[in-house]
């Protein structure tokens, strides 16, 4: 009985500690008297644990603040540079990579077109991107703390990409490979999932309950945040929307389906649609709109209303606070909003969505990679349960 609550009394600190850090990383400045008020917890239980954080280098002490009466109180300030993280965005066609301290501002960043799509080419360029992050990391405490990754089409909880159609890759065990090289913590989720807890930590998604987060790039992946939660299904697979069929005898798609939304709203189909007038790639259609092409505008258009036929889709099913549209799509703003809110008001039910928002991603084409080294930064507090 003894060994059970002396058990019981570790966890109890283990918890406290957690809610210690957590509470110092959210306000800080903040004072051990702010924490004890913030959490309920009494002041000398606050002390003892922040005398502990401040040992482990994950707090600092940076002299008194105001006082409205008597000793000034010592403000406390969570230690964003007592290590980093990498995050990773692999796209079809791209790979960009993050270095962040432990409050996911970036320090580095590099980005590069991925023109091959084979595993082991593929795999080269990305634990290259990885390496060259690494090497511009300051010292610090703990050092690289972790990795995330995220990565098209449907991966397990293990981090396989089961299935990435628009890759032709298939069983690719990509969190063991990475983990085997680098042994460090891995974690692998699709790219769109990443991108909507980017956008819901740093982003435009704070405080949004019901959000349906929508990376329009090559294809079209989603992540859903229900009720504040991060919602990937039964088996982990929840989000392929790209793949709902809005066409039934449309385009044969990747994926076995036809008629596939993202077969005619992605970035693909609005390239492909481009070159018979002879453009070559997003930033070129992006000028040529800018300075009112009138071919192109047409074709922006088009996109955004198939866009909006999703959209609305998504709408009458899930009834959510608000869509938002990332990745590289989010770039034409201006030129496809009309059409997709024509489309959406037309399609979608009045009672689904009187009170919705349609945003765009205040991260552009940093969702996703920036939610990935999320992952990475909030694996690494889990462990402070334990101090």
Known sequence: MKAKSTGDLALVKKMNSYIVLNSIRKHSPVSRAQISELTGLNKATVSSLVNEL???????????????????????LFNEKAGYAVGIDLGVNYIRGVLVDLNGNIVSERYERLKQQRRELAFDALTANIDALIAEAPESTY??????????????????????????????????????????????????NAGAQGEQKYGAGKGI???????????IGSGMILDKELYKGTSGFSGE???????????????????CWELYASEKALLEEASKLGFEGLDELLSAAQEGNADVLKLFDTIGRFLGVGIANIINTLNPDCVMIGNRMSRAEEWIMPALQQTVQQRALSFHSEQLQILYAELKE??????????????????????
Request: glycine share 14%.
């Open 54 to 76: 401040i040992e482990s280098s994950l707090v600092l002490e940076i002299g008194p603040g105001a006082s409205s009466g008597g000793r000034k109180p010592v403000l406390l």
């Open 143 to 192: 050092g690289i703390v972790g990795i995330g990754a995220g990565a098209p089409g449907i991966v397990d909880q293990e981090g396989n990409i089961l299935f990435a159609p628009n890759m032709k890759w298939r069983e690719v065990p990509l969190r063991t490979m990475l983990h085997d090289r680098y042994q460090l913590p891995i974690i692998i989720d699709n790219e769109a």
């Open 209 to 219: 309950r019901n959000l349906v987060y929508l990376s329009v790039g090559y294809g």
């Open 241 to 259: 929307l790209g793949h709902l069929s809005i066409d039934f005898n449309g385009k044969e798609c990747s994926c076995g389906n036809l008629g």
């Open 366 to 387: 940093h969702s996703a990679v920036r939610g990935a080294a999320y992952y990475a930064i909030d694996r690494f507090f889990e462990q402070f349960k334990a101090i």
